[in-house]
């Protein structure tokens, strides 16, 4: 079965799959679950279901993949990625196989079925990968000309070198957390005033969120080699959401040389499901012209955006929802596939389960905006929630959440969600 197969529109599943699913057959995206009688294993989703591949393992469906029940069974689905594309594929092949219509052999197994697709409401989701190393990029444009006319000249936003390559920071993965851990609101030193002559200790004043979309890596390339434009997408497992938490405030007042520390490393937030990238191959899109021209090891052929649509809301602490932003993954100006090469391309190596994010997603219109920054343009245009009430930024018992999904010929490949609430500062 090609991947053409199993991404065909006109595919359908035994499994009742509810309408406006983000799982319809022709995602089948990968994750770690566990429950109250289960460890942490590797699963899929279809509709409402989580399946476990361990039982389907062990009951000898997924035979000929080469994938040893060992390898389902695990914190993290790094030791199934080390196996590969080829054999990720195959995986994802077998289970459009099981779940199609026509297919009885799961169908028809009582027992068998019960055991292996699980309720998602009645499982724990948790990180899907151990990620060794972060990079986050800062990759729209729209974003990096936002943030250069509120602290720069307008007429300089950009940095000479922004439209040369793929600006990016190494960032903290061991505070990278899974959708629905809280957020503890950070201290640190800032600028009580912009003319204040020395800053102050305290929880930032001014958190803010960050919807960005982050890339899996399988194994990549030696230290020493790089990856080429034509090889990196057959590095890049899947997509998850990302939501890089910042405290502007802190950001503000240390970036000066370095770039960003603590005003990012106190937590970002990724949804549970790595879409995979040949799930999303129907949707790929022609980037923006890059001018000027790109150097050579940065030039692309065909088609390397994704026409994703993105959203996020602002939940009060009493639970009323508020939509603040929408926006698409295709308004990125530098693609994953430069970003990758570009990462590559003095030798750096990439490993498996390495985390690359987006950096924060802004379309050209005010409401596409990615981040409250740029959406209260520096707290000088306070949203209006759905209550009547303000923000400027971020306060205690607030939670966020980002949603994503792509859709074309009736078939909806979503994300799920990444959410996450604030938690006061400790004093």
Not at 110 to 133: I, Q, Y
Not at 357 to 365: H, M, N, Q, R
Request: charged fraction near 20%; charge should be negative.
């Amino acid at each position: 079965m090609s991947c053409t197969i199993v991404n065909d529109p006109r595919r359908t599943s035994w499994v009742e799959i509810p309408p406006g699913s983000d799982f319809p057959i022709q995602n089948l995206p990968l994750g770690i679950f566990s429950t109250e009688e289960r460890g942490p294993r590797a699963a899929s989703r279809i509709g409402d279901r989580v399946i476990d591949l361990s039982v389907l393992a062990e009951a000898g469906l997924l035979e000929g993949l080469s994938i040893d029940v060992h390898l389902l069974r695990q914190e993290s689905l790094n030791a199934l990625l080390m196996s590969g594309r080829t054999r990720i594929r195959a995986l994802r092949e077998r289970l459009s196989e099981l779940l199609g219509v026509e297919e009885a052999r799961l169908r028809d197994d009582g027992p068998l079925r019960e055991s292996a697709l699980l309720e998602a409401d009645h499982v724990t989701m948790r990180l899907p990968v151990r990620v060794g190393d972060y990079t986050d990029f800062y990759s729209s444009r729209q974003h990096a000309y936002n943030v250069g006319c509120m602290f720069r000249d307008p007429k300089n936003a950009l940095m000479p070198n922004w439209l040369h390559l793929p600006v990016g920071y190494h960032g903290r993965c061991s505070s990278i957390v899974v959708s629905g851990t809280p957020i503890r609101r950070p201290m640190g030193q800032y600028k009580p005033a912009p003319d204040a002559t020395a800053p102050v200790f305290g929880p930032t004043r001014q958190l803010d969120m960050e919807l960005e979309v982050a890339f899996i890596t399988f194994e990549g390339n030696r230290l020493g080699d790089r990856l080429s434009i034509a090889e990196a997408e057959e590095h890049i497992v899947g997509l998850v959401l990302f939501n890089d938490w910042s405290a502007r405030d802190i950001q503000a007042w240390e970036y000066v040389p370095l770039g960003p520390f603590l005003g990012k490393n106190f937590g970002s937030s990724v949804s549970p499901w790595i879409v995979l990238l040949d799930a999303l191959e129907p949707f790929r899109v022609p980037g923006p012209v890059q001018d000027p021209p790109v150097l050579p090891y940065l030039q692309c052929k065909g088609d390397h955006h994704f026409d994703i649509a993105l959203d996020a809301s602002l939940i009060t602490p009493d639970g009323l929802e508020t939509p603040i932003c929408r926006t698409n993954f295709r308004h990125l100006y530098w693609s994953m596939a430069q970003q990758l090469a570009h990462h590559t391309v003095n030798g750096c190596n990439v490993r498996c389960g390495d985390m690359m994010a987006s950096g924060t997603i802004s379309g050209d219109s005010p409401e596409s905006y990615g981040s409250l920054l740029e959406l209260t343009w520096k707290g000088s245009r306070p949203l209006k929630l759905s209550d009547g009430t303000e923000r400027r930024f971020l306060e205690d018992g607030d939670s966020l959440v980002l949603r994503g999904h792509a859709q074309r010929n009736g078939v909806r490949i979503g994300f799920g969600e990444v959410r996450g609430q604030v938690l006061p500062a400790i004093p």
